[in-house]
């Protein structure tokens, strides 16, 4: 079982920065595949990053490419999301979520979610 703890949302204005971080409770983080997924209020979730156990691999979805970056601290056992010149699009609910390098498709493990409120 893993548990994963976000952190680091916040309400913040139009063209600000926050970096959202994720703890996970495994001695083999590297083993995992990271990602980071948000959901908007009456949207469906959507993946916004994911990172190859390494860290050498990232995919972004078009909306956030060229403002945010996620990457991977596997000494730490963190994942972080460093996001750039926020819009109010960007406000969502931010979720973790880890599956096991070796599979594909759905992930197995979810955070509780950490909340990200971009003002115009």
Request: charged share 15%.
């Amino acid at each position: 079982q893993v548990q994963l703890v976000e952190s680091g949302g916040g309400l913040v204005q139009a063209g600000a920065s926050l970096r959202l971080s994720c703890a996970a409770s495994t001695r083999t983080f590297s083993s995992y595949t990271m990602a980071w997924f948000r959901q908007a209020p009456g949207k469906e979730r959507e993946s916004v990053a994911r990172i190859s156990s390494t860290g050498s691999m990232q995919y972004y979805a078009d909306s956030v490419k060229g403002r945010f970056t996620i990457s991977r601290d596997n000494a730490k056992n963190t994942v972080y999301l460093q996001m750039n010149n926020l819009k109010p699009e960007d406000t969502a609910v931010y979720y973790c979520a880890a599956r096991p390098s070796n599979t594909f498709g759905s992930y197995n493990y979810w955070g509780q979610g950490t909340q990200v409120t971009v003002s115009s």
